[in-house]
Antibody, heavy 120, light 106 residues
Framework: QVTLKESGPGMLQPSKTLSLTCSFS??????????VSWIRQPSGKSLEWLAA???????YYNPSLKSRLTVSKNTSNTQVFLKITSVDIADTATYYC????????????WGQGVMVTVSS | DIQMTQSPSLLSASVGDRVTLSCKAS??????LNWYQQKLGEAPKLLIY???SLQTGIPSRFSGSGSGTDYTLTISSLQPEDVATYFC????????FGAGTKLELK
């Protein structure tokens, strides 16, 4: 059974760095073809893909946010991390992690999401 | 980036209706198009991938079609549990999503 769960600070101040963790089970990010992405959704709005990391450690970023994003994984391939620097109010959103397979392009398993509010 | 335009933004239909949702890409996406259903307070759920492939466990009343820049999600007989917002997503380049169609009961 594949499950993913996001965790984060809940609230942080503008200009700070947001750190998020995606913990998953039921698959390993060491398995060839596996990819974990971060996707966010402001309340009442659409979805925005942010970044991804694959089984080989290759990283992919949304070009419009690339300078602020860093995605990584732990050595046991059970967690993926996302850091967003210099946050502002526009980064307030629910952040999801989701699984896909290289070349498949669809997100078949999603976490429940973690709400992050940027406020002074 | 590839822009995805969904229409309508809001759709009201009755139980049993055949419902059609549209998604248009800003350029040819070669059928690399997925559909998700998102119910209030929940994460998106994959319905259809690669234009017309039904995800495991999804009812057969859901179907997808299209090519080039124009794609459609069809619900053959609307059920109360289908009330949700539906998003299309392309992956011909880095993934982008449409703004969504909110489906409600009339």
């Amino acid at each position: 059974q594949v499950t993913l769960k996001e965790s984060g600070p809940g609230m942080l101040q503008p200009s700070k760095t947001l750190s998020l963790t995606c913990s998953f089970s039921g698959f390993s990010l060491s398995t060839s073809g596996m990819v974990v992405s971060w996707i966010r959704q402001p309340s009442g709005k659409s979805l925005e893909w942010l970044a991804a990391i694959d089984w080989d450690g290759d990283k992919y970023y949304n070009p419009s946010l690339k300078s602020r994003l860093t995605v990584s994984k732990n050595t046991s391939n059970t967690q993926v991390f996302l850091k967003i620097t210099s946050v502002d109010i526009a980064d307030t959103a629910t952040y999801y992690c989701a699984r896909s397979e290289r070349g498949a392009g669809y997100f078949d398993y999603w976490g429940q999401g973690v709400m992050v509010t940027v406020s002074s | 980036d590839i822009q995805m335009t969904q229409s309508p933004s809001l759709l009201s239909a009755s139980v049993g209706d055949r419902v059609t949702l549209s998604c248009k890409a800003s350029q040819n996406i070669y059928k690399y198009l997925n559909w998700y259903q998102q119910k209030l307070g929940e994460a998106p759920k994959l319905l259809i991938y690669y234009t017309n492939s039904l995800q495991t466990g999804i009812p057969s009343r859901f179907s997808g079609s299209g090519s080039g820049t124009d794609y459609t999600l069809t619900i053959s007989s609307l059920q109360p549990e289908d009330v949700a917002t539906y998003f299309c997503q392309q992956y011909n380049s880095w993934p982008t999503f449409g703004a969504g169609t909110k489906l409600e009961l009339k």
